[in-house]
């Protein structure tokens, strides 16, 4: 009983097309198992050799693996398989030496039409794809193929340079905040004794100590003796309300009431 063939899967330089009734029959058969055409020595060597035609022109082409679907904008970074998907790009991109390049994994998980991988034998391009296949929608597509999407070296290097940018941001970011912990820190003993960084005389404190220790050496010193020893100084001080009471009263409310008068005199606040 025929059969009806199966275009997609007839294999270049495996089978021909029996001249009398179009069926897909194998390329070294002497008759057709549909018809019965029986094909000459002279038509069976003329196949053979555009068949080794049509297998070497398929050798020399190259295909592209191609992310049809992409992922919406900004989920990549809670899309499940990320991580698989980073390993997979990661891959690539050591490959291109970008593996520090972050944002060219979203590119490729974002962008339609981009180009996972280029220019490479169908086998390696189909074998790529299948790894692709439970995380994102791709496509083998032949090299050249309109509406593909390629990461130019001008791209990689304004991605580059966006990354960079990015780092310095959050180092400086880094740093503010750092500054900032290093004066709450300092501020340990009178916060602890007031229990409140934002009461008046602790900003006094903090005052004094930007505007007119840090601006002489014996001031800096004992700074620098502060932050090592504030925080010690303060949690000893945490447990003990008689002695709270007493470095409040004793040493901190004087010292507040000089500063502020110290203050007025030199235009300070
Ligand atoms: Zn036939």
Known sequence: MPVPHDVSRQQVGETKECPSCAEIIKIKARKC?????VFS????????????????????KTYDVVNVSPLPSGTYYEYEHHSE??????EYLYAKNLQSVWDIRTWFAETKGAAILRNVS???????????????EVKVVESGTKDVVF??????????KKQEKKQAERLAEHEREKALKAQEKSC??????YGDQCHGDVVTLRAFRDDYLSKTNLGRRFISWYYTNGSLLANRIA???I??????????IPLVFLVRKHLKHSDHL
């Open 33 to 37: 198992r549909y018809c019965g055409h």
């Open 41 to 60: 020595d002279e038509e069976i060597k003329q196949s053979i050799e555009e068949a080794e035609r049509l297998t070497e022109a398929e050798a020399k």
């Open 85 to 90: 998907l980073d390993s997979l790009l990661l």
């Open 122 to 136: 169908k086998q390696e391009a189909e074998s790529y794809a299948s790894k692709f296949k439970s995380l994102l």
């Open 151 to 160: 990461l130019t070296e001008e791209m990689i290097e304004n991605m580059r």
């Open 188 to 193: 340990y003993v009178a916060t602890s004794v």
């Open 239 to 241: 447990g003990n309300e």
């Open 243 to 252: 002695v709270k009471m007493a470095v409040k009263y004793v040493i901190l």
